[in-house]
């Protein structure tokens, strides 16, 4: 994100005119619960006035956002005869989130009359998961975790490229009382078939993918800012804790 502070000088793309963001929110939630499972299911609007944004390098307040949301979450619980218990969780996250569109005339913003998709939000989220408890020291856990398609259209203008769906797994296990009471051990294994995955860039996120062939096209070119800025991959996690 940009840099949107009070005070600044224009390389850093600071404005000292600028005004604090504002937002107000309204949400609801129900909730339906039996002996082995519980469902929430959340909804939510936010309205949000003098929103920062930057436009051509200038740090500025434009007029309005809105963000309509839900989130549905939903567990099991079932005890069982040779271990401890089996859990099953999942969390469905949908969100709709526009800001009006502005341009640059004279240095000012302009209303265009026109709202567009925030363009780092994936409109839906699912993570979902299962944890094995064997007993009360020792458990192991899968975990899945999804995102939708950001379409290039729905990125920020300045940004050519979409950024992919992605569906990635995850496992850990963890041993309590390892050593000693309290003492915790866990060993987690992120993105386990290690799939390729971004995040919305940053800033113009404006480098696109296409190669700069000598520093002279860099400098001509001058769009250094990441359209897609990749996830980790597979990656591995020991540790050793002690919970007080």
């Given at each position: 994100?940009?840099?949107?502070?009070?005070?600044?000088?224009?390389?850093?793309?600071?404005?000292?005119?600028?005004?604090?963001?504002?937002?107000?929110?309204?949400?609801?939630?129900?909730?339906?619960?039996?002996?082995?499972?519980?469902?929430?299911?959340?909804?939510?609007?936010?309205?949000?006035?003098?929103?920062?944004?930057?436009?051509?390098?200038?740090?500025?307040?434009?007029?309005?956002?809105?963000?309509i949301g839900a989130d549905l979450h939903a567990k099991y619980v079932r005890p069982l005869t040779t271990f401890e218990?089996?859990?099953?969780?999942?969390?469905?996250?949908?969100?709709?989130?526009?800001?009006?569109?502005?341009?640059i005339v004279d240095k000012k913003p302009v209303a265009t009359n026109q709202t567009g998709p925030v363009g780092d939000l994936a409109t839906w989220r699912l993570r979902i998961g299962s944890t094995l408890s064997f007993n009360k020291k020792i458990s192991t856990s899968l975990i899945a975790r999804y995102a939708s398609e950001i379409k290039a259209e729905d990125t920020i203008k300045t940004n050519p490229l979409s950024i992919p769906t992605f569906f990635v797994g995850d496992m850990n296990v963890v041993i309590r009382d390892f050593l000693f009471e309290n003492s915790?051990?866990?060993?987690?294994?992120?993105?386990?078939?290690?799939?390729?995955?971004?995040?919305?860039?940053?800033?113009?996120?404006?480098?696109?993918?296409?190669?700069?062939?000598?520093?002279?096209?860099?400098?001509?070119?001058?769009?250094?800012?990441?359209s897609r800025l990749a996830q980790p991959g597979r990656h591995f996690t020991v540790t050793l804790g002690v919970d007080f």
């Open positions: 994100a940009p840099r949107l502070v009070y005070g600044g000088w224009g390389p850093s793309q600071s404005n000292p005119e600028i005004t604090p963001e504002k937002a107000s929110t309204a949400e609801g939630s129900i909730g339906y619960k039996t002996k082995y499972s519980n469902f929430v299911l959340s909804t939510y609007y936010t309205k949000i006035t003098d929103k920062l944004t930057q436009l051509d390098g200038i740090a500025t307040n434009v007029d309005n956002g809105n963000v218990n089996l859990q099953g969780w999942g969390y469905l996250s949908y969100i709709n989130a526009t800001e009006d569109q502005y341009s915790r051990f866990s060993f987690q294994i992120n993105n386990i078939l290690d799939k390729t995955n971004f995040h919305a860039g940053v800033k113009e996120a404006n480098a696109g993918e296409q190669p700069i062939q000598n520093l002279k096209d860099f400098y001509d070119d001058y769009n250094i800012y990441n």
